[in-house]
């Protein structure tokens, strides 16, 4: 039913903490503030309410208010020095009463504690928000309905890459429509995504979405700068791209590092072990660091990368040292490493 199953957007809605240097210094340290508790199961709970783009003094307002926190000033220092500040999202939330400011912020980011929430995890395809849709109680025909009716922004004719990650909480009775687009416009909402949206001199935005979404696939934090250069030195001298990526998206498939041979001769724009340059698209959605990694690449000359054990990516502009390399990687395979 959708009143036991209310959607709740998908696409981490990020509360915008926008503090000046003058602001954060004027606080004083001395700003009141409750002993942190052990245990809180049991303690009396409110629910609060985050507005939609609420700046950091608005929510600090609204758990002071509501007998959350001692002192707005006090969730305001432990807010600045918290970067995980940036992703509290709008909506419902559930938290105990006379906490610390520490736990406050905690219990805001806590998806148990968010009512109806669906998750888009970074590196989503489309299709996977849409069956979080159907699953949340809205019937497959509202959700396909609301999605080929989303308004996106110039230069795209499909939502795929363009579904920010997030989590959000929607107000009971919120349509398909409104909780889709909610999604994609929080792409702009982003600074990093907003700047993608620009393009560049070489690249249009839907080409930059298109490889931040494989940077985003291929990698993670520590090495989306890497590989983003890798695609760009491919791209430079025609040299395929080769991402296994591009393929499991093709295949809808996860959860499985190893390439058969048989599934890189697949035929479709978006093999990229077949087809040269970009895929047609974006083949997933990428958070802001793949996006930032994409617009502002290290520098350097690599043009292979391999995985040789978990959190053991190697990079070389060496065919010959990737070689090497694979053999590593095939013998940590079936050692049973990537299990």
Excluded: C
């Amino acid at each position: 039913m959708r009143s036991a199953t209310r959607v709740i957007a998908a696409g981490l809605v990020v509360a915008l903490f926008t503090f000046s240097l003058f602001l954060i210094r004027s606080q004083s340290n001395s700003a009141p503030d409750f002993d942190r508790i052990t245990s809180v199961q049991g303690l009396p709970e409110v629910v609060i309410e985050i507005p939609q783009g609420a700046t950091g003094s608005q929510i600090a307002s609204v758990l002071y208010d509501a007998g959350v926190v001692k002192s707005s000033q006090a969730f305001f220092r432990v807010a600045v020095g918290d970067p995980r500040s940036q992703k509290v999202a709008p909506g419902s939330h559930r938290l105990t009463l006379k906490i610390s400011a520490a736990q406050a912020l905690d219990q805001l980011l806590d998806p148990d504690r968010i009512p109806n929430l669906i998750r888009v995890s970074e590196g989503a395809w489309k299709s996977e928000v849409q069956k979080a849709f159907v699953d949340y109680g809205f019937t497959k025909s509202e959700v396909e309905k609301a999605f080929a009716q989303l308004k996106l922004p110039a230069g795209f004719s499909n939502s795929e890459g363009l579904i920010f990650p997030a989590q959000y909480s929607f107000p009971e009775g919120t349509s398909a429509q409104t909780a889709a687009q909610a999604m994609v416009d929080r792409f702009s909402d982003d600074p990093n995504g907003r700047k993608l949206l620009q393009g560049s001199k070489e690249f249009s935005a839907q080409k930059l979405l298109t490889i931040a979404s494989i940077v985003q696939a291929e990698s993670t934090d520590q090495d989306f700068s890497k590989v983003a250069r890798v695609i760009y030195n491919r791209l430079k001298i025609g040299m395929p791209l080769q991402m296994d990526s591009t393929v499991h998206f093709i295949m809808q498939a996860r959860g499985d590092i190893f390439l058969s041979t048989k599934s890189t001769m697949l035929n479709s724009p978006y093999n990229t072990y077949r087809k040269f340059g970009l895929p047609p698209g974006p083949i997933s959605s990428p958070g802001s660091q793949a996006i930032k990694a994409t617009l502002e690449p290290l520098e350097g000359d690599w043009l292979y990368f391999i995985t040789v054990a978990p959190g053991d990516t190697r990079f070389t502009s060496s065919f010959d040292q990737f070689n090497t390399w694979k053999i590593e990687y095939t013998k940590n395979r079936k050692a049973g490493l990537f299990n």
